[in-house]
């Protein structure tokens, strides 16, 4: 009872305070100043410096064990061999010679030199090369009664320097050709007209040729030639070319800036064959300065470059000039890795035409040409590349060429009223005859290396040719192909083949008949029959020094015609030996 008693007295109290304390209404202010913020610390970890030592009776103790072997001699004659690490069989280096000489005689009076050496100088760094060749045969030709003898010799000189931001070179070539104006038929004219008549010609040709590249510089390289070309009429050509090149990488571009600056002059002594008399000579003078600048684009298996052709072209002779823009775009891109790469292109040029180079196309033009250049407007192509097998190659093109002025070769007519030196006026020499032509064309190659030893290859051309003129296409074939092999048989023996094709071409026979009436001309189309030529070579090496060779040329003896009138050599065989040795 008096335990209840102390409990209400306890709660009445309570409640008592809490309802005073509800009634204060005024319980005061007091402003708090923080000093500084609480920053907590965390102390650091203290490692046991010794470890707990472990005393427990439970815990059996390791019992120490002593043992003996007992040793018996056992009788052997077994006593293993020394091992010797093996060895990796290294081949010799091949040992580099910087001379060769080379020299073979054959049936038509044939003979082949060949001599080239090459002197190094300052730990490589300059470098002075010296070659001469010679090729010629002195043998007749039965289909003709006039000589059909030629020769080609050719000597050059070169000097090269490398330092470490510069490459420079330059170099000298001298050259002289000797054809003959042999495409008469036997019975075609009366001997009293070929007894007299020279049907020899000569060419010369001088040039000096330049190289210059840097590094880290925007002008990458540049190239100049300087020739003089002239034969034995009197006919003299001289030609000038410069081609700088600047490099200007852009972000992760590269810009590329080619321009050319090409100048040809050249006079003829002797006018046009379609003429009846010969009154005064040719003259030609063409200069042209040109700007390529091209961007190239390069993503993932994407190459792309993307340029034009400005070229300005002056006939300084004629007082004529015209403007030029092509366009000079290419690509490539990489389907399946290495296996197929399409690559296609639309480009554009003028081509600069000169003497020398329709000479080294067909000798046996008449120094009465009239030269002009070619106005490529363009060629457009597409084509897929690649390896069907890791040592089979193939190529496969189409293309579509538009060209204005087009050269073509043309048999020059039988002018007998004309009575020149040089016996090129029989219809045995070639003019220049320039077209507007547009061509499709389609390409195919295949190469196949077998091993290192053996390779083989394979390709041809088809054409359909489009003239401005409704006339043939002059000389130029519509289809083409050729076959190759190289078989190195051993160490010593080696041997090649070369098997080539020319579909039928076909030219124009002409007489300018002289009267007192304008010449008339009688005008007969030519076809000349395809032909094959096979070529093969031998050798064997007797050491890294000494070999031998033989060559020979049309084994299938064909008796075909390269040009209207001019028949070739029949079959031809050639032995001779080569040396490499130092100087």
């Known amino acids: 009872m008096r335990k209840r008693t102390t409990i209400i007295s306890i709660f009445f109290l309570s409640l008592l305070g809490t309802v005073l304390a509800q009634e204060t209404n005024d319980i005061g202010t007091e402003t708090v100043t923080v000093v500084k913020p609480y920053s907590p610390t965390v102390s650091d970890a203290f490692k046991l410096k010794s470890n707990p030592t472990l005393d427990d009776s439970i815990v059996l103790q390791k019992k120490k064990i002593n043992y003996s072997i007992f040793s018996v001699p056992v009788a052997s004659t077994f006593t293993p061999a020394k091992g010797r690490a093996s060895r990796v069989k290294k081949t010799p280096p091949p040992t580099l010679y910087n001379s060769y000489a080379s020299i073979g005689l054959g049936n038509f009076n044939n003979a082949l030199v060949d001599l080239y050496t090459s002197r190094e100088f300052n730990r490589g760094e300059n470098l002075l090369d010296f070659g001469l060749s010679h090729n010629s045969s002195r043998g007749d030709i039965e289909s003709t009664p006039l000589d059909a003898d030629f020769y080609n010799t050719k000597l050059d000189v070169s000097y090269a320097k490398k330092d470490r931001d510069i490459d420079w070179d330059l170099g000298l070539g001298l050259q002289h050709q000797l054809y003959n104006w042999y495409g008469v038929e036997l019975g075609e004219f009366d001997e009293s007209l070929l007894i007299p008549l020279d049907e020899t010609q000569n060419y010369f040709n001088a ?30 050509e001289n030609r000038v070319v410069l081609e700088p090149t600047i490099e200007l990488p852009i972000t992760q571009e590269l810009v590329t800036i080619k321009t050319k600056f090409d100048y040809v002059s050249g006079s003829f002594e002797n006018a046009s064959l379609n003429l009846a008399t010969n009154d005064s000579g040719i003259d030609y003078s063409h200069f042209q300065v040109g700007v390529n600048p091209s961007l190239l684009i390069l993503r993932d298996d994407l190459t792309l470059n993307l340029g034009a052709n400005i070229v300005y072209g002056l006939d300084t002779e004629n007082s004529d000039s015209n403007f030029f823009i092509y366009p000079a775009v290419t690509a490539s891109y990489r389907v399946v890795d290495e296996t197929v790469i399409a690559y296609g292109g639309i480009e554009g040029e003028l081509r600069q035409n000169s003497y020398y180079d329709f000479v080294q196309d067909n000798p046996y033009v008449s120094p009465t040409l009239e030269i002009q250049p070619t106005d490529q407007q363009y060629e457009g192509y597409l084509g897929l590349k690649g390896q069907l097998l890791p040592s089979v190659g193939y190529n496969i093109k189409g293309s579509y060429t538009a060209e204005n002025r087009r050269p073509l070769f043309l048999l020059n007519p039988e002018n007998l009223s004309r009575s020149d030196e040089e016996g090129y006026f029989l219809g045995n020499s070639f003019q220049v005859f320039y077209d507007d032509i547009k061509t499709l064309g389609i390409f195919g190659e295949l190469n196949v290396d077998v091993n290192r030893n053996f390779s083989l290859g394979i390709n041809a051309e088809f054409y359909d040719y489009d003239t401005e003129t409704d006339n043939p296409a002059w000389n130029l074939p519509s289809i083409k192909g050729s076959l190759f092999m190289d078989y190195q048989i051993s160490e010593q023996w080696f041997f090649g083949a070369n098997l080539f094709y020319v579909g039928e071409r076909e030219d124009l026979d002409r007489q300018v008949l002289a009267g007192p009436l304008p010449p008339v001309p009688s005008d007969v189309i030519l076809t000349l029959d395809g032909f094959f030529d096979v070529n093969a070579h031998a050798g064997y090496r007797f050491n890294e020094q000494l070999s031998i060779f033989v060559k020979a040329s049309n084994i299938a003896n064909n008796d075909y015609q390269r040009w209207a009138n001019f028949r070739v050599q029949g079959f031809q065989a050639l032995a001779g030996v080569s040396y490499k040795f130092d100087l």
């Open 207 to 236: 040039q000096v040729k330049g190289n210059l590249s840097l590094e880290d510089s925007f002008f990458k390289n540049g190239t100049a030639l300087l020739r003089r070309f002239w034969d034995a009429t009197d006919s003299g």
